[in-house]
């Protein structure tokens, strides 16, 4: 299925419903009084995070979505029953904002999470509640108010722990399939990949990571060159950067400039997309004699002066690739310690305060 990251819905929530004029009339108790219900609260409308998506292109074919209205209140004093709520489910990783005033309304990113979009209207009231000691026939009732009815934009951004990049046939599609379950288009032609790529690494004993794919750079994709900037904004949402390098292009580009290419386009975006934490794994070792392939290890590191880990694979053969997720998986447990510690420090501060 092709990824579709955008998306326009309109929700109209339920209306509530109407309250009831009545009087009591029975034989005993002519002058029983008024017994009209109130209406019932109209359906919201929810927004639920649902894993089981990866992409919006369901809002293409369904852009209407409306709640039940709740039913108008009866004589005897009986309410009217709530409008049912309408729970739409979206994939981990949108966010949800007013399509005519660009207010960002929240984001759903747990599996399982609810966000409220649209609020049903509330009920009527029945006549019954305005009898008083100076009005025992109160004739008065209130309808039922209509529910939130708005366009919304919904936005999709891919939720992985590790982000590849790098420029056209790095070899980012063959690394993805042959460390996860994914099956991205591979070939020996720029641009295979056209939309971002899920796959769930498996690490062993209930331990894994997710791994996104992104649609090769060039020069100008910050500034919408390519297929750059509709993409870099996935990487936002990523813990570790891993930038892949061809070291036997076909163009027989420098490697260095190569990665530096990639990393002005990582800072003209912004966002902190540049500061993020990135690896850098040179790909196809296994077409470069293994005393050239050190030699230009070692040069590019000196000349990028480059500080992060830096890995020799080959994702077509496999050739250091366990490695290389493995130390992945330690790292990104090394994260986890930290946020958790961080959260429990700024938990014991705001008690503090």
């Known amino acids: 299925m092709k990824f579709v990251d955008e998306a326009e819905i309109k929700v109209i929530a339920g209306k509530g419903g109407n309250g009831a004029l ?7 108790r002519p002058h029983g009084g008024p017994d009209g219900g109130d209406g019932g609260n109209g359906g919201s409308i929810y927004l639920i995070a649902d894993s089981g998506l990866n992409t919006l292109a369901d809002f293409r074919y369904t852009r209407n979505y409306k709640a039940k209205n709740g039913q108008n209140g009866a004589g005897r004093d009986r309410f009217g029953k709530y409008g049912e709520d309408l729970v739409v489910k979206v994939p981990l990783g949108t966010i949800v904002s007013d399509a005519e005033t660009g207010e960002v309304i929240g984001d759903v990113v747990r599996e399982g999470e609810k966000l409220l979009v649209a609020r049903g209207g509330i009920r009527g009231l029945g006549n019954a509640r305005f009898k008083s000691s100076i009005n025992q026939t109160p004739r008065k009732t209130t309808p039922g108010k209509p529910g939130d009815e708005r366009v919304l934009k919904l936005e999709l951004k891919v939720l992985a722990d590790v982000g590849l990049l790098g420029l056209p046939n790095a070899g980012k599609s063959t690394f993805l399939a042959a460390v996860s379950s994914a099956r991205p288009r591979v070939a020996d032609y720029p641009f295979t990949t056209l939309y971002p790529q899920l796959g769930v690494v498996d690490v062993g004993e209930s331990s894994g990571f997710v ?29 570790i950067l891993l930038h892949l390098v061809d070291l036997a292009p076909l163009d027989e580009k420098d490697i260095v400039q190569s990665v530096r290419e990639i990393e002005t386009e990582l800072r003209a975006f912004g966002d902190s997309v540049g500061a993020k934490e990135r690896w850098l794994v040179l790909n196809k070792s296994d077409l470069v004699d293994q005393a050239e392939l050190k030699n230009i290890k070692t040069q590019v590191v000196r000349e990028l002066n480059w500080q992060a880990p830096v890995y020799c694979i080959s994702a077509a053969t496999g050739e250091g690739c366990q490695a290389l997720i493995n130390s992945l998986m330690d790292r990104l447990s090394e994260l986890d310690s930290e946020e958790k510690i961080s959260l429990k420090r700024a938990s014991q501060e705001a008690q503090h305060v």
Do not use: N, W
């Open 22 to 28: 009545s009087f009591l009339r029975e034989k005993y």
């Open 211 to 239: 791994m996104a794919d992104i649609p090769g750079l060039i020069e100008g994709a910050a500034t919408g060159v390519g297929l750059g900037i509709a993409f870099l904004k996935h990487l936002k949402r990523t813990r």
